[in-house]
């Protein structure tokens, strides 16, 4: 079955206590995204990979790191986290096209608690 | 910064009415776009892609895109209480970052019965 899948699902920890949530795909997609949503603001792009070793800031990278050694996983790293980070995170992957992008499909989400 | 703006809502229509939800773009090279449903604490859900200009039917769904406007809208025929949910629309953008695509901030629509 084609999917991304995100771990943890949710997670309560506390402030500076370094945690990666990692997410991985088994379409063969080039391109991977993290989200963060909140109440309010919508979909927020933190981070995103082109293809491996390819990666590049969104709208909102503070506080964040990102690797992609492998082509399926692109985890996602909060080296500090503050409770600023507490919100709900959507992995999402697609195939990239020249003359337009292809559907994203999403993981179910990590809710994120940062106390 | 690309900007994608939505109809803020939320938009209330009694069920077996049709609902309309709107998008507007500011980036004239954008060549995807694409209407997700999510429902309340989970993934967005893709619903609809349209890709040139014109009506996509699909379903109770159509998706309408204007280029020329930078407008794609998405109509829901014989709404259903199913239905309620947020409604977020996606452009891609077609210039050195290919993969990328801008999310609206939703629009939440509630069908009752």
């Known amino acids: 079955e084609a999917q991304v899948t995100q771990n943890p699902r949710y997670l309560i920890t506390v402030t500076g206590k370094k945690l990666t949530v990692t997410c991985s795909q088994n379409m063969n997609h080039e391109y991977m995204s993290w989200y963060r949503q909140d109440p309010g603001l919508g979909l927020r792009q933190i981070y995103y990979?082109?293809?491996?070793?390819?990666?590049d800031k969104g709208d909102v990278p503070e506080g964040y790191k990102v690797s992609r050694k492998e082509k399926r996983n692109f985890p996602l790293i909060l080296e500090s986290p503050s409770p600023n980070q507490t919100s709900l995170y959507f992995c999402?992957?697609?195939?990239?096209?020249?003359?337009?992008?292809?559907?994203?499909?999403f993981g179910d989400g990590t809710r994120l608690s940062i106390l | 910064q690309k900007e994608v703006e939505q109809n803020s809502g939320p938009l209330s229509v009694p069920e077996g009415a049709i609902a309309s939800l709107n998008c507007t773009y500011s980036?004239?090279?954008?060549?995807?776009f694409f209407w997700y449903r999510q429902y309340s604490g989970k993934s967005p859900e893709l619903i609809m892609s349209i890709y040139s200009n014109g009506d996509k039917e699909d379903g109770r769904f159509t998706a309408q895109l204007n280029k020329a406007s930078q407008y794609v809208s998405l109509l829901i025929r014989d709404s259903q209480p199913s239905d309620s949910a947020t409604y977020l629309c996606?452009?891609?953008?077609?210039?050195?970052?290919?993969?990328?695509?801008?999310f609206g901030r939703g629009t939440q629509l509630t069908v009752w019965p």
């Open positions: 996606a452009v891609n953008d077609r210039g050195s970052t290919l993969g990328r695509l801008y």
């Open positions: 990979s082109m293809n491996v070793e390819v990666t």
């Open positions: 999402a992957s697609s195939f990239t096209r020249v003359f337009g992008n292809q559907p994203q499909h």
């Open positions: 980036d004239r090279v954008s060549q995807s």
